[in-house]
């Protein structure tokens, strides 16, 4: 890991990120301090995808020019996620971020925050959206939620 926490002030958030997490199909997130808000790196058996603040790049670069199959999951462009939200609003037409991807998408960050709060190495299950055999982290999934409110 190395990630950092304040130890003073008022913000508790991580100040220095570094993280891994490890798919079911053997790709690894990279998540390092480069450039401003960060990098993230998707490894897997044939190269590597690396998206900084500006910038995208794989390795081998003959990945860039990889053609998506007709079988393959094929996405469209958006270069305004809240002004595809609303226009798809309109039309009913599925955003670029699905809500299932989203979720994914925002449980992986939370896990990572879990795992370098922590600072160990923790099992995830998606179907039961728990941590495996981790009470300690499982606590941290939600917050007490104060009187009169609950779920």
Not at 38 to 56: C, I, L, M, P
Not at 135 to 140: H, I, K, S, V
Request: hydrophobic share 35%; proline share 5%; with cysteine.
């Amino acid at each position: 890991m190395g990630s950092e926490f304040p130890k003073t002030g008022l913000f508790d958030t991580v100040s220095r990120i570094h993280f891994r997490a490890r798919y079911a199909n053997g790709v690894e997130l990279i998540c390092t301090p480069s450039g401003i808000g960060g990098a993230v790196r998707f490894e897997g058996t044939e190269g590597w995808v690396h998206v900084d603040w500006n910038s995208f790049s794989t390795h081998p670069e003959s990945l860039m020019d990889t053609v998506i199959g007709p079988n393959e999951i094929h996405l469209y462009e958006s270069r305004d996620h809240k002004r595809n939200f609303l226009d798809c609003i309109k039309s009913g037409r599925d955003p670029i971020a699905p809500v299932e991807v989203g979720h994914r998408s925002a449980s992986v960050c939370h896990l990572a925050n879990i795992a370098m709060r922590l600072n160990r190495r923790l099992h995830w299950d998606p179907d039961e959206e728990s941590f495996i055999n981790d009470e300690q982290a499982n606590r941290l999934l939600s917050k007490t939620v104060r009187t009169p409110w609950h779920l």
